[in-house]
């Protein structure tokens, strides 16, 4: 089965650091671009980044530029989300998502066709 579980959220600091996890089965993450999103209470589902299948490009929504680092460990089949200087603005609940064959490069939520479950991002005040 094709599944992606997201994990290392949690509460923390403005101005503190956590690294999200994406563990991929069922497919090699680097024959797909993965994504990164996520959606605060009321809000929509934001594109936060994303990487490539091929040379491992990648694109940072303007909101997180500076701040936060995507990156892949093939052996693990992990993708991974480094997000540094915290800001109370990026708590949110996290995705991780693979791009679908027939879509074009983009950070759409709609470009996307497998989804984990979330995880809770708080960032304090």
């Known amino acids: 089965e094709v599944q992606l579980v997201e994990s290392g959220g949690g509460l923390v600091q403005a101005g503190g650091s956590l690294r999200l996890s994406c563990a991929a089965s069922?497919?090699?993450?680097?024959?797909?671009?993965i994504g990164w999103f996520r959606q605060a209470p009321g809000k929509e589902r934001e594109g936060v980044s994303c990487?490539?299948?091929?040379?491992?490009?990648?694109y940072y929504a303007d909101s997180v530029k500076g701040r936060f680092t995507i990156s892949r460990d093939n052996a693990k089949n992990t993708v991974y989300l480094q997000m540094n200087s915290l800001k109370p603005e990026d708590t949110a609940i996290y995705y991780c998502?693979?791009?679908?064959?027939?879509?074009?490069?983009?950070?759409?939520?709609?470009?996307?066709?497998?989804w984990g479950q979330g995880t809770q991002v708080t960032v304090s005040s």
């Open positions: 990487i490539s299948s091929s040379d491992g490009s990648t």
């Open positions: 069922g497919f090699t993450v680097d024959d797909y671009v």
């Open positions: 998502a693979r791009m679908a064959p027939w879509s074009s490069w983009s950070l759409f939520p709609s470009s996307y066709d497998t």
